[in-house]
Antibody
Framework: QVQLVQSGAEVKKPGASVKVSCKAS????????ISWVRQAPGQGLEWMGW????????NYAQKLQGRVTMTTDTSTSTAYMELRSLRSDDTAVYYC???????????????????WGQGTMVTVSS | QSALTQPASVSGSPGQSITISCTGT?????????VSWYQQHPGKAPKLMIY???NRPSGVSNRFSGSKSGNTASLTISGLQAEDEADYYC??????????FGGGTKLTVL
């Protein structure tokens, strides 16, 4: 079946980096994009960015620009999200989600997040 | 990009219908038909319920329906059931080529 399986929980100190993986199965990895969405404890969903699994193009949320990098490894159908210079307010559950991305010559339009990973808890604490 | 505006909570009795609104701007909800709705139960990952304003993924009950008028999208749940009690989030593609979520609505089935 179509699924995304994420890596396990992480505990990091402020200023450190974290890299979360998201392994896809059950579909052609390069036919969809991957977005990352996080949810702080008791809070709503926050979109972090998108990567095209087809060509590696990315678009990051403005507030995370410079601290986040999204990559893919098409040989293993795995997406990665690295967040640097961690702060306490980065404590959250991080989700990867498959996204229908429709690309023209000038833009990529992101539709719905139809398949979600199970989530990875990242705790930032001294 | 500001979050889309949703009511913090709605409630209804079993069998009734409820509607959750999601208000944005002409740069997101009003400008594109890439509006989605997600259901999230406590401790679980979100689940796609409606995509591209009014389309239901395979397996989602036809009690769930979506619509849009101007800068406001809506999710209607008819024939409320106990298992519909959850948090609901809307999202929209934006003119910045990003995605913005609503703040979420807690649905209580009385």
């Amino acid at each position: 079946q179509v699924q995304l399986v994420q890596s396990g929980a992480e505990v990091k100190k402020p200023g450190a980096s974290v890299k979360v993986s998201c392994k896809a199965s059950g579909y052609t990895f390069t036919s969809y994009g991957i977005s990352w969405v996080r949810q702080a404890p008791g809070q709503g969903l926050e979109w972090m960015g998108w990567i095209s699994a087809y060509n590696g193009n990315t678009n990051y949320a403005q507030k995370l620009q410079g601290r986040v990098t999204m990559t893919t490894d098409t040989s293993t159908s795995t997406a990665y999200m690295e967040l640097r210079s961690l702060r306490s307010d980065d404590t959250a559950v991080y989700y990867c989600a498959r996204v229908d991305d429709y690309c023209s010559s000038t833009s990529c339009y992101l539709s719905a997040f139809d398949i979600w990973g199970q989530g990875t808890m990242v705790t930032v604490s001294s | 990009q500001s979050a889309l505006t949703q009511p913090a909570s709605v409630s209804g009795s079993p069998g009734q219908s409820i509607t959750i609104s999601c208000t944005g701007t002409s740069s997101d909800v009003g400008g594109y038909n890439y509006v989605s709705w997600y259901q999230q139960h406590p401790g679980k990952a979100p689940k796609l319920m409606i995509y591209e304003v009014s389309n239901r993924p395979s397996g989602v009950s036809n009690r769930f329906s979506g619509s849009k008028s101007g800068n406001t999208a809506s999710l209607t749940i008819s024939g409320l059931q106990a298992e519909d009690e959850a948090d609901y989030y809307c999202s929209s593609y934006t003119s910045s080529s990003s995605v913005v979520f609503g703040g979420g609505t807690k649905l209580t089935v009385l």
